[in-house]
């Protein structure tokens, strides 16, 4: 039976006493929320430079701590990269590779087209990253979705399967069994649109089918898939009852342990 896991990605929010004070809260809220349940596993991302300061203070509870990008170096003159052995040294279990917006793919764009390139991540580079997180042992929570005008022309399921195939080349379905994939649609990211849960779940599903193509049925049952996009209290039940959503990643709502909380207990 494959665990629920649900992760908070903080993105570029809070300062360390903030993030301090935050997962302060948080530790009670999850631990009740997951008493009953072990088969509910719970992470949080911070920004690089909180993440030492919150896996101290989350060491001996039930919350891992991840990154939310890593560069696929060991070490040398790669000016503002963090390597893999950093973010593990620092306490980090898993890191987020591929988020649509390390892509500069943006539900709502609030970045000047002419910065896009800054961010531009490729299939390749994604692939690489994972290479190098398995290596690690980090385990890698794999980042997929289609824009609205992808959606609108049909090209969602096509679109997907790429990414996918793309970030997993070279991989071996063994290495991959206790990795993660989210399906996060970029329209649905920040927006408070979240997707139809039916339509989370068809998508989901498809992304299963696609892994079996990649590796093999085995694996695919075992490779946990999360929705994500505007994931919040109020439908996480919903979304997380689903046969083939295995938890989220929640963006926003993870900023507040009350609402991250109740989203946690949506999964026990
Ligand atoms: P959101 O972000 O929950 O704020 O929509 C999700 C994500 O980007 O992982």
Known sequence: MRKKLVVG?????????????????LIPLVEHATINNPHVEVGICPPYLAIDAVSH????????????????KE??????????QMIQEAGCTMCIVGHSETRGRFGKLEVDASTLGYFAETDETVNLKILCLIYHS???????????????AGRTDSVIAAQLKGALKGID???YTSGVVAYEPVWAIGTGQTCDTAEAERVCGMIRSVLAEVFDEDTAQEIRIQYGGSVKASNARDLF???????????????????FGEIVRAAS
């Open 75 to 84: 070490s040398g003159a790669f000016t503002g990269r963090v390597s893999p």
């Open 138 to 152: 980090i385990t890698p929570i794999l980042c997929v979705g289609e824009t609205l005008a992808e959606r609108e």
């Open 57 to 72: 203070m989350l060491r001996g509870t039930k919350v891992a701590v991840g990154a939310q990008d890593v560069f696929w």
């Open 173 to 175: 379905g063994s290495e």
């Open 9 to 25: 990605n903080w993105k570029m929010n809070m300062t360390r006493a903030e993030a301090l004070a935050c997962v302060e809260g």
């Open 241 to 259: 009852s689903q046969p083939n959503i295995d938890g989220g990643l929640v963006g926003g709502a993870s900023l507040n342990p009350n609402e």
